[in-house]
C-alpha cells in the first residue's frame, strides 16, 4: 500500500509519497510538494496518516517531521523539537496558542 497526499485544493491532485511499510508509527517523514513546500507525514499506532505543513510557525524551520506524537484530550498531535508547541494533527491548529497553526493536508492510502 502506498501513502499519498493532495496538496493542491483546487484540483484532484494527488502525490505518491511512500510506501505505508516505509513509515514507522509515531515517527515523522519529511516530503517534499511540488510547490517547493514540504509536508510532514505520520503515521499513528493505529496505522492513520496525517500530513501537515513541516515548517515550524514559531521559528521558521523544517522541523515538525521530527517532532513526537502525543494525544491531549484525544486528539492527536506532533509536538515541535525546537520549542515544543504542540499541533493538531487533525486541524493543524496550536494546541498552545489559539491564533497559530499550520496547514493540513488531505492523505489516504491507496
Known sequence: MKIELSHDTTA?????????????PGRG??????DGRQAA????????????ENRDPFTGAQVLSRGLLGSAGGRPFVA???LKQRFDLETGKCLDDDEVSVAVY?????
Open 80 to 82: 515541535s523539537p525546537l
Open 106 to 110: 488531505p492523505v489516504r492510502t491507496v
Open 12 to 24: 484532484d491532485a494527488w502525490m505518491p509519497v511512500c510506501e505505508t511499510s516505509r513509515l514507522t
Open 29 to 34: 517523514v519529511a516530503a517534499l510538494l511540488p
Open 41 to 52: 507525514l505520520f503515521v499513528d499506532r493505529a496505522g492513520r496518516p496525517y500530513a501537515i
